[in-house]
Nanobody
Framework: QVQLVESGGGLVQAGGSLRLSCAAS????????MGWSRQAPGKERDFVAAINWNGIITYYADSVKGRFTISRNNAKNTVYLQMTSLKPEDTAVYYC????????????????WGQGTQVTVSS
């Protein structure tokens, strides 16, 4: 079982940047693909980004492509989400998650995820 703790959320103006971090413990971090999803009020949780176990291949939702960057540091058991050019529609609770395998498969959901961190973008 893995424990995931997100941090770095907050309030930012449109056009600003934030970096989210997710610290993992309990399960071999480096063997599994990781990702971020988000849930806006009244909406379903949506895929944001994913990264394979070795950090070489990344995937993004169309809505964040070119603005968000996912990365990982396996030595620190941490995955990051650098968010730039933020928009009010990016406002959501952001969840870090671990996939069940080493590689991300489109449409797959997390096997485990954290408690989430709130990101609010004001216009």
């Amino acid at each position: 079982q893995v424990q995931l703790v997100e941090s770095g959320g907050g309030l930012v103006q449109a056009g600003g940047s934030l970096r989210l971090s997710c610290a993992a413990s309990g399960r071999t971090f480096s063997s599994y693909a990781m990702g971020w999803s988000r849930q806006a009020p009244g909406k379903e949780r949506d895929f944001v980004a994913a990264i394979n176990w070795n950090g070489i291949i990344t995937y993004y939702a169309d809505s964040v492509k070119g603005r968000f960057t996912i990365s990982r540091n396996n030595a620190k058991n941490t995955v990051y989400l650098q968010m730039t050019s933020l928009k009010p529609e990016d406002t959501a609770v952001y969840y870090c998650g671990q996939y069940s395998g080493s590689y991300y498969n489109a449409g797959a959901d997390f096997g485990s995820w954290g408690q989430g961190t709130q990101v609010t973008v004001s216009s």
